[in-house]
Structure formats: structure tokens, C-alpha cells
């Protein structure tokens, strides 16, 4: 499993430049600005998500670290219907909603905490509402940058847009990346592979390695590890008798808290030669 490309608000803002650009020159120069804008919908199909922080399934809170953002992905009803097997083909009318919301920040900017080692929202900041929408005919008219049948806008929570439909080319381009395979759904292993949870790992395991191969922290910190391999692995207490993970598939993530001063030495069950250690102190 992997961490894709995380979306870079630089990026889409830098692309709603271009493409505003290229409306204005659209005026002087209309055949050179045509083939240079992305092609996107003219119209809004998708539609603000009325309810979706009370009615839609809550899937998966992600902490996103570089941006420090609590983010919060939400399906409607028959978005919630998919399952692992099936999620290179959501049904048509499937509503995916991201939630963007600036963590709570102490005054050096560090992220604070809450009672499980997770990012909390800023109860000042606005949040912006990402939507994605599939249906029968959408998604066409993003021309060569199409993602299956999905159309994309970004609203604020008062139902104005953050990102309109014409500008929306820049959406459908990044997620092309995250493949067919998964129709075009980023994260959509937080919700399959690891029941919502998408803390921000200090470790993975990757290659056959758990890295980095030690780890200091404070006593009362979270740990979270990311099984980045393509294979089970297990994190096991080297004390006989003590905590142990359990087989950890690709893509899975295990938090774990250490409250008292001293060293943790761990292994892998499967493959004894991978080693681990944390510093408490
Ligand atoms: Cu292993």
C-alpha cells in the first residue's frame, strides 16, 4: 500500500491561476487559450451535500501532517455500499465528501493532541467541503484528463464554491493518479484496511525493515506504525507474554501508546530478523 502524493493546495491554486489566465486571455487570443485550457464540466452536477456531517457514513478522519489539517472523508448511502472487493467500480450516485479542516495548533504551530494522539479541528477556522460525484454521463468533460464517470467541486459550508465546476480540471488531473484500480479514490484504505483510522505514522515498516529502527519519545506518546510492505508483518513485544499486534496486512496502521519510562524492544513474528526499538523517556 502507499501513501500517495498528498493534494497540494499550492498546486490547485497555482492551476485555478493558469486557468483564469487563460479565460482572460480567451478574449484576445481565443484559439491559443482553447487548447490550452483543461477541459472541464460547464455546469454543476454534483451539488452541495446537504446533511452529509449528519447523514452521509463517516469513512476515515485523516491527520494530515505537512498541511496540518484534520481531514474527514464521508460517503453517501450508496457510496457506503462499496467493499473492498468492489471499489473499482462505485455505483452510480455514489457521493464522496472531504472535510478540510485546520488542526488546533499550539503557539509554535505544533499540532495539539487529543486523548488518542489525534489532530483536533480548530473550532475558528472554516472548513472547505471536497466533493466528488459519480453518475451516468459525468466525468466526460474533462476530456483527456477524465476520471471514469466522476465530476468534482469544492464548496464552502455555505454552499458557495471554493472551487467552481469550469475550474475543476485540476481535481480530475491529480486524481487520475490514484488509478482505476481504486476508481480514482485516494484513501479509501483508511476506511477497508484500517476501520477510519488515519493517524499520522512516526514509523513504518517497509522492505522487511521497521524504520527508523529507533524511535525516542516522551512518556504519554502515540506511536503509530504503517505497514508500508506488501506483506504481513507483526510488531511483537521481544518479552515473552507481552503486547503483540497480531499479522498486520499491507496498508494497515497500529497506534500504540507508551506511559512509562523504558525501552521497548520489538520484532517481527514472521521475519525474526526485523528489529524495532522505542525509547521512553
Ligand atoms: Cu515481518
Not at 91 to 118: I, K
Not at 224 to 245: K, L, M, Q, R, Y
Request: overall charge negative; proline content about 7%.
Amino acid at each position: 500500500m502507499q501513501y500517495a502524493t498528498p493534494p497540494n493546495e499550492q498546486e490547485v491554486s497555482l492551476l485555478r491561476k493558469v486557468i483564469s489566465l487563460s479565460f482572460a486571455s480567451l478574449m484576445i487570443l481565443p484559439f491559443a487559450a482553447l487548447t490550452q485550457t483543461p477541459p472541464a464540466p460547464t455546469t454543476d452536477r454534483v451539488g452541495f451535500p446537504e446533511g452529509y456531517a449528519t447523514q452521509f457514513a463517516r469513512w476515515f478522519v485523516y491527520d494530515r501532517p505537512d498541511t496540518k489539517q484534520v481531514r474527514t472523508i464521508y460517503a453517501n448511502d450508496i457510496a457506503d455500499t462499496v467493499t473492498e472487493p468492489t471499489q473499482n467500480n462505485y455505483p452510480y450516485g455514489s457521493v464522496l465528501v472531504m472535510e478540510t479542516w485546520t488542526a488546533l495548533q499550539d503557539a509554535q504551530g505544533n499540532p495539539v493532541l487529543d486523548a488518542n494522539g489525534r489532530y483536533q479541528k480548530n473550532p475558528a477556522a472554516t472548513p472547505t467541503i471536497f466533493v466528488m460525484k459519480k453518475d451516468r454521463g459525468l466525468g466526460e468533460a474533462y476530456g483527456p484528463n477524465r476520471t471514469g464517470e466522476w465530476e468534482y467541486v469544492a464548496y464552502r459550508p455555505d454552499g458557495t464554491y471554493q472551487t467552481t465546476p469550469q475550474n475543476s480540471a485540476g481535481c480530475a488531473i491529480c486524481h487520475r493518479v490514484a488509478n482505476q484500480a481504486v476508481d480514482w479514490v485516494f484513501r479509501s484504505n483508511l476506511h477497508f484496511v484500517n476501520n477510519g483510522e488515519g493517524p499520522t505514522a512516526e514509523g513504518v515498516i517497509y522492505n522487511y525493515r521497521f524504520i527508523p529502527r529507533e524511535l525516542r519519545v516522551r512518556a504519554g506518546s502515540f506511536v503509530t506504525f504503517h505497514n508500508n510492505d506488501e506483506i504481513e508483518h507483526t510488531i511483537s513485544d521481544d518479552v515473552a507474554g507481552g503486547g503483540n499486534s497480531g499479522r498486520m496486512r499491507g496498508g494497515k496502521s497500529l497506534t500504540l501508546r507508551f506511559d512509562s519510562p523504558g525501552e521497548f524492544n520489538f520484532h517481527c513474528d514472521i521475519h525474526p530478523s526485523m528489529r524495532g526499538k522505542i525509547i521512553v523517556e
